[in-house]
């Protein structure tokens, strides 16, 4: 139980994907400008990050992993080289049935999230984190946390830098900087402020 | 004809380097920037993708039906992108373990599919070859650049090589462990676009 608040705390402080990992920067530069969008776009990588990091889990692990196609007959195939493809794969299939799903059961909610399902698609956050899953070796319950963590860290990140980015159109920065460089500065001195929590082990 | 290819392979370089100016594509970038080699690799991968995944795009441009071009592009750059994996990890194997996901992550990035979309479907292949071959060196420069400032200043090193002489260290000198943290490389790519603005801003006017 402790580890997994462990990979929880670690995935949404000291290793977050977005100020760690330079993962998901793409939509994070471009849809901080406004927090209500930013708040949307987070939940939906929540979303999406909690349901696609056990889904290719599952698939790694009985499908492609070396060794995987045990139950089949198979024991020596190895199709861990299509990882790359499946997972993608995966990801946009599981864009599209949730943004159907959603817009099926919950009208309202899709109003929010609908503008922002098909950008998740393509946002490496979300690959990323599954790489990262296997890399890592996690178990199944480690991935689940492992992708709700990382997608409430993404979150944060995102949801905080549109909050500054608000206090940001009253400053006068020098010439050159405005815009993108400022962004970046910015984000490095969150990316500081979130390292402090390295280290913490409970 | 020669002046137009010259300048497609040099104009994203400098005037239009992938990542100070389009912004994309920053994401796989910083992560591999704490040394100069596996940004080199880096760098070189990239350059490969692109410019195969745009020759290939360009060459069956005319026959792409329009409505799936996106999976169409997706499926060559995966292939590619699987390839160079594949690749590294057969010869390269430690560079690989350093790289670890951030190759594989070239699938989503946005330059990869924005040169597919943008120039590789409407130039023919020549053209699209050498516009990839510009844009991934133009990546890669930024790369290095970035790698250089950390490596050197992060370890004292280049290449792995010790370069700042022991007296500095004798004197009171030390490394600057910062260098080495993500966030140090916010700022660098910061400061880098802030430079850059103002050299482009002063030849303009």
Redesign the interface.
């Given at each position: 139980m402790l580890d997994l608040f462990n990979i929880f705390l670690n995935s949404v402080f000291a290793g977050n994907i977005l100020?760690?990992?330079?993962?998901?920067?793409?939509s994070f530069?471009a849809v901080s400008k406004n927090i209500e969008t930013a708040i949307g776009l987070g939940f939906a990588v929540v979303f999406v990050l909690s349901i696609t990091t056990p889904v290719n889990w599952l698939i790694y692990h009985f499908l492609l992993a070396p060794g995987a196609l045990f139950w089949a007959g198979f024991p020596e195939i190895n199709l861990g080289?299509?990882k790359?493809?499946v997972f993608?794969a995966v990801i946009a299939a599981m864009v599209q049935a949730v943004e159907m799903i959603i817009d099926r059961f919950s009208p309202a909610l899709y109003a929010g999230l609908g503008v922002f399902l098909p950008l998740i698609a393509?946002?490496?956050a979300i690959?990323?984190v599954s790489?990262?899953m296997v890399?890592r070796e996690l178990t199944f319950v480690e991935s689940v946390v492992y992708g709700f963590g990382s997608g409430v860290g993404w979150m944060m990140a995102i949801v905080a830098m549109a909050a500054a980015r608000i206090r940001l159109r009253y400053a006068a920065p020098?010439?050159?900087?405005e815009g993108?460089?400022?962004?970046?500065?910015v984000?490095?001195?969150m990316?500081?402020a979130f390292?402090l929590f390295s280290g913490i082990t409970i | 004809m020669k002046s137009r290819a010259i300048k497609t392979l040099v104009s994203p370089l400098w005037g239009q380097n992938p990542i100070n100016v389009q912004m994309l594509g920053i994401c796989s970038a910083l992560a591999v920037t704490i040394g100069l080699k596996a940004a080199i690799v880096m760098g070189l991968s990239m350059t490969f993708v692109l410019s195969a995944s745009n020759t290939l795009i360009s060459l069956m441009r005319k026959i792409i039906p329009k409505n799936i071009r996106l999976i169409v592009e997706l499926a060559v750059i995966s292939t590619l992108v699987i390839l160079t994996d594949e690749f590294l990890r057969a010869y390269f194997y430690d560079i690989s373990k350093q790289l670890s996901v951030f190759v594989g992550l070239i699938i989503t990035n946005c330059i990869v599919l924005g040169r597919a979309e943008g120039f590789a479907l409407s130039n023919p292949p020549h053209l699209a070859f050498l516009d990839g071959i510009g844009n991934g060196l133009g990546y890669g420069s930024v790369l290095i650049v970035v790698a250089f400032i950390r490596e050197l200043f992060g370890s004292g090193t280049i290449f792995g090589i010790h370069v700042i002489p022991q007296a500095f260290y004798a004197a009171g000198y030390e490394n600057m462990g910062f260098m080495l943290l993500a966030p140090a490389a916010f700022i660098i790519i910061g400061l880098l676009v802030w430079g850059g603005n103002v050299l482009r801003n002063r030849r303009s006017g």
């Open positions: 100020l760690a990992y330079f993962l998901g920067m793409c530069v080289f299509l790359l493809v993608i393509v946002n490496c690959l990323g790489l990262f890399e020098p010439k050159g900087l993108y460089g400022l962004t970046m500065i984000t490095g001195l990316a500081m390292l | -």
